[in-house]
């Protein structure tokens, strides 16, 4: 993907979380911008939500790894590298956790003259060493009409 300069988008991410017999999914929208800059491909936007909760996401995407960072009402931070377990934090108005991934694999693809990329993502998670459960995040990112 080329972008010159910071481009409008929109982001529809689900995410499906298998814990033993049961799959729960969570879907969320958002609105933002993606830009390049020194190999690393950028996206930020502030999540919808129903409830009224302000979280401003930024996914910093490289050759082999993921970091998103999110900040506002809820705040994490987690990088993802295939075949790694990596340290992260999470924190709520609940309290304040440190998380871990096991990052099973990671993709991301935004073909040259399309309009639209997509990334994904399988990792186990984990909140304080306590297996949460396994993650598939699929997150659809399309260049909205200035």
Do not use: C
């Amino acid at each position: 993907m080329s972008v010159d300069g910071k481009r409008p988008i929109t982001v529809q991410m689900e995410t499906t979380i298998r814990q033993g017999r049961q799959t729960q999914t969570l879907s969320l929208k958002g609105e933002g911008n993606v830009y390049v800059k020194k190999g690393h491909t950028y996206i930020l936007f502030k999540e919808i939500h129903k409830e009224k909760i302000n979280v401003q996401t930024t996914v910093k995407i490289g050759h082999n790894e993921v970091t998103i960072i999110r900040q506002g009402d809820l705040s994490m931070r987690q990088t993802y590298t295939v075949g790694e377990n990596t340290e992260g934090t999470y924190r709520s108005p609940f309290g304040f956790w440190k998380t871990n991934a096991k990052t099973h694999a990671f993709t991301y693809e935004w073909p040259k003259n399309q309009m639209k990329g997509k990334l994904q993502l399988k990792y186990d998670y984990f909140l304080q060493d306590e297996p949460s459960g396994t993650f598939d995040v699929k997150m659809t990112i399309e260049e909205a009409n200035e």
